[in-house]
């Protein structure tokens, strides 16, 4: 089964591979560089979906105290860090050419970073705190107070940026997507969600199994 | 009414300790003096250099003293092995939550309005005028800062490494409240009304309200081992 995931997630991204380099036609302004958003938006998008599962899974287990929430919200916040630094990565990849900066202090940007911090801190507590009941509780509010706050973040980071800065040319892509841009994108974001969804699955087998080899 | 006696006593005694030994307040209020020799060595005499980034300065101020405040909110019952006291008090645990909050509220609104003062006399700005908005910005911004805190303070009570953990977790989340509240102390001294801000004022007012909600809904799992 897990296996079944993981062969279809590769397939997925080998499908993904061949709509962005070879059916999406060459970006007019950016050129090849604008190929990018088919790695940058996927990831962004599962970042925001593991974090949003931490978030559940987090409810779920101090509702009802079963390991299998725990070992979810840990999984999926592993997951959803590494994502976010793809796409962190990514858009400065991305970002260097297009806007002639590795980094700027642009609103998404920023909502993106501090998203990262947030999580890197919810997986030090986890490794910091020993014993495993202890850590899956307090890791368990500390994955609602983040997610709690991402919305706040969004928010301030965005006004701190816009309403005193005028909106610059720093919106990368183009504005209406041709359909073929949008099918490449499409199939990469069901890719990528495909790989996170196997990452979680196999972790959570892996977290399973040393809780029962130290039970 | 039970509800709010309990946390009451939480208050009373909090504060009959600090007032026995204002080891915390001595210590912040002079560490706050020392910020401000910091921030004046760091960035030379410049007046008005330091004029324009002087709301950054006063919130950075304001949460370096309040990170080593918050992370001594539970330092009394660790040390004195008073944790499972805390524990096994009978009744609603958040009622505990609402009385460190309320005790750290009071401690950090001490230590900000001394550090606002020693601002006004160092860099020679009058805060006369803007004093009823600077009263709501400061207000609404310590509110949030000292829910997360006070949270965040139990849980890194317990646990190794605390000094380190404490910060690294607050400061992201605390993220929009600073952003919040420099924007709006900004405005505020340099005499915009306060309809200006509006939209930060709501957002800080916004996250008071979530903040204060997590505190109360999640305490008792901090806290219940």
């Known amino acids: 089964m897990t296996r079944a995931l993981g062969w279809l997630a590769t397939l997925g991204l080998i499908g993904g591979l061949v709509m962005g380099f070879g059916v999406a036609p060459r970006e007019v302004t950016q050129g090849n560089v604008q190929r990018i958003m088919y790695l940058h938006v996927p990831t962004a998008w599962v970042a925001y979906l593991a974090f949003g599962i931490v978030f559940f899974a987090s409810i779920g287990y101090l509702w009802t105290r079963s390991d299998a929430a725990d070992r979810l919200a840990r999984a999926s916040a592993e997951a959803g860090v590494i994502f976010t630094g793809v796409t962190i990565t990514a858009g400065s990849i991305w970002g260097k050419p297009t806007w002639g900066t590795w980094w700027t202090w642009d609103a998404r940007l920023t909502s993106a970073a501090i998203m990262f911090v947030m999580y890197l801190g919810y997986l030090l507590l986890r490794g910091i705190i020993e014993e495993p009941e202890q850590a899956a509780r307090y890791s368990a509010v500390l994955g609602i107070v983040a997610a709690l706050d991402v919305p706040l973040v969004h928010f301030s980071v965005y006004w701190w940026r816009t309403l005193h800065q005028p909106p610059t040319v720093m919106k990368p892509g183009p504005v209406n997507m041709p359909p073929a841009i949008l099918a490449a994108l499409l199939v990469n ?27 | 009414m039970r509800f709010a006696r ?8 909090d504060l009959t300790i600090e007032g026995r030994s204002k080891e915390t307040l001595n210590a912040l209020l002079f560490f706050s003096l020392l910020l401000l020799f910091l921030f004046q060595f760091a960035l030379g005499p410049d007046r008005e250099r330091l004029a324009s980034v002087l709301p950054g300065l006063l919130w950075l101020g304001f949460i370096l003293s309040g990170l080593l405040g918050l992370g001594r909110t539970f330092v009394g019952e660790r040390e004195n092995d008073c944790w499972d006291g805390l524990r096994l008090a009978p009744g609603d645990k958040s009622a505990i939550y609402l009385g460190k909050l309320a005790g750290n509220l009071l401690l950090m609104l001490l230590v900000e309005t001394t550090l606002l003062a020693l601002f006004a006399v160092f860099f020679n700005v009058d805060i006369g005028p803007a004093a009823p ?16 805190g006070t949270l965040f303070a139990a849980m890194t009570a317990q646990v190794r490494a605390r000094e380190l953990l404490f910060p690294v977790l607050l400061l992201p989340v605390q993220v929009p409240v600073l952003l919040g509240t420099v924007k709006a102390t900004e405005a505020v001294l340099l005499g915009e009304p306060l309809g200006a801000v509006a939209h930060w004022l709501r957002l800080l007012a916004a996250a008071d309200v979530v903040y204060v909600a997590i505190g109360v809904l999640t305490f008792d799992f901090i806290l219940d081992g």
Request: hydrophobic residues 60%; aromatic residues 12%; positive net charge.
């Open chain 1, 189 to 215: 974001v069901v890719a990528f969600t495909l790989l996170y969804t196997y990452f979680v699955v196999k972790r959570v087998n892996t977290l399973r199994r040393e809780h029962e080899v130290l039970a």
């Open chain 2, 6 to 13: 309990r946390a009451w006593i939480v208050v009373w005694k």
């Open chain 2, 133 to 148: 908005g600077l009263a709501l910005v400061v207000g609404l911004g310590t509110i949030g800062l000292a829910a997360i």
